[in-house]
């Protein structure tokens, strides 16, 4: 079977590399110049099944009321020109309800714990052969009031129902996982531990994984640009790329889309509305000043939904959520933000002055679970959508597909993975036309 990869980030090389492995002639194609150099290059940093949490979440639209007010707000929105902005929001509120986050939970922690399932098979036959600055001591969710506090209720009956271990801490358990939060004792109220999440360089991690990818045969195809999917209005007949030679055609048994936020553009030609929106996301990379003062592992302030993990010589220092459409711009108040953060909670551990800013697009759905599998065009696989959790999701939905495309059984239930889920809403009943050169259309 010969199967065609639209995008290299950690999920495109993931899935390349699980349809390898099954024996499939697989090539991937990207526009950059290299694996992992968009949403997978200076993420947050966390593999994190236990923290695997919906955005749409009870009480998100009063507590997005109260954040508009605030400087260091961890979501904001601005008008981004389309119809698309609103009726994604629109569609995100619907999920806000007690019923729809406990499902919608379930599946992200159905996922992300077979993800992490995968990345303990695959390290333990690599062995020092993928190597990403890992490390394995948990993450350390830390709350600053009583109310977040009592919402963690919620959390730990689905982490229960789920068997994913956890501890509610007090202040004192917090400093004790955490040594270096010492100084910043008075500003907590207690946190909850995940000893099963992990950490590492998300970018490192995705560029080694192409290498043994290649060594299975895969081939990478960079510098070029995916024009169109050709179809004859029922399957996927083949891809028309914009090489630096030229136009040109590449056909395959199979087509895996997983080019994160930009999927949707390429799709709405099909007639494939695909719920996903670029949610903007911020990091800041810090050389370590002070072993003394650094967190050992991640550890993630629910005030400001940032999370703080550490690298071997590094904090990574990332989070926020920007609904701004396709803004790459670096704005210094989101800068300012990290800053506080890490000032707060370990203040003297790295370098202000000499942290790398960085921005992201992440692919959210209103859900939060990830789209993967089949859509009703024969030949056209999705493996999009996992918002801040790609890594966390990436080697479980890249084997979940694998499975799903050379028909085997898969390890976990994936009825309710693929846009199927949307109903009507996912897919029109006809072809898109293409939108004119230079307009918003089909960008959002």
Not at 2 to 9: E, F, I, T, Y
Not at 228 to 248: C, K, S
Not at 364 to 377: A, F, K
Not at 420 to 432: I, T
Request: aromatic share 6%; with cysteine; hydrophobic share 40%.
């Amino acid at each position: 079977m010969r199967v065609l990869v639209l995008g290299s980030g950690v999920i495109g090389v993931t899935s390349a590399y699980c349809l390898a492995r099954a024996g499939a002639s697989v090539t991937v194609i990207d526009r950059q110049p290299g694996p992992g150099m968009e949403t997978s290059f200076a993420n947050a940093g966390q593999i994190s099944p236990g923290y695997a949490s919906p955005w749409a979440a009870p009480g998100l639209p009063i507590k997005a009321l109260s954040w508009m007010l605030q400087r260091h707000a961890p979501l904001s929105w601005r008008l981004d020109g389309s119809l698309w902005q609103w009726q994604w929001m629109a569609r995100m509120l619907r999920e806000c309800t007690t019923e729809r986050y406990a499902t919608n939970k379930e599946r992200m922690l159905r996922v992300a714990e077979y993800s992490l399932n995968c990345l303990r098979q695959w390290r333990a036959e690599m062995g020092t052969e993928l190597s990403y600055e890992g490390r394995s001591l948990g993450t350390l969710q830390v709350f600053r009031t009583a109310a977040q506090l009592r919402h963690a209720q919620a959390d730990m009956a689905v982490l229960t129902h789920c068997a994913v271990p956890f501890q509610l801490m007090t202040p004192d358990m917090c400093i004790q996982q955490e040594p270096a939060l010492g100084s910043s004792k008075g500003l907590l109220t207690g946190g909850l531990h995940l000893p099963h999440d992990e950490t590492g360089d998300c970018h490192l991690f995705t560029q080694q994984m192409a290498t043994k990818a290649r060594d299975l045969g895969v081939q990478f195809i960079n510098d070029v640009q995916v024009e169109q999917l050709q179809h004859d209005g029922a399957r996927i007949t083949g891809v028309r790329l914009i090489t630096p030679h030229g136009a040109e055609v590449r056909v395959a048994d199979a087509y895996v889309v997983a080019l994160a936020s930009y999927a949707r553009t390429l799709l709405l030609e099909l007639g494939v509305n695909l719920p996903v929106y670029p949610v903007k996301g911020y990091s800041l990379t810090l050389p370590i000043t002070n072993e003394c003062q650094a967190p050992r592992s991640t550890v993630l302030d629910e005030s400001y939904k940032v999370a703080m993990t550490r690298f071997d010589g590094r904090i990574r220092v990332g989070g926020m959520a920007e609904l701004a459409g396709f803004d790459l711009a670096l704005r210094q108040r989101r800068r300012q933000t990290l800053e506080k953060v890490v000032q707060d909670l370990f203040p003297g551990s790295g370098a202000l002055d000499q942290g790398t800013f960085w921005t992201g697009l992440r692919p959210m759905t209103p859900d939060g679970t990830p789209i993967i599998g089949p859509t009703s065009i024969d030949k056209l696989w999705l493996n999009t959508g996992h918002g801040t959790l790609g890594w966390t999701m990436a080697c479980g939905s890249g084997q979940i597909l694998a499975d799903l495309i050379q028909g085997r059984q898969t390890a976990i239930r994936t009825d309710d993975l693929s846009l199927k889920r949307y109903g009507a809403s996912g897919v029109s009943h006809s072809p898109k036309r293409k939108a004119p050169p230079g307009s918003l259309e089909g960008l959002v």
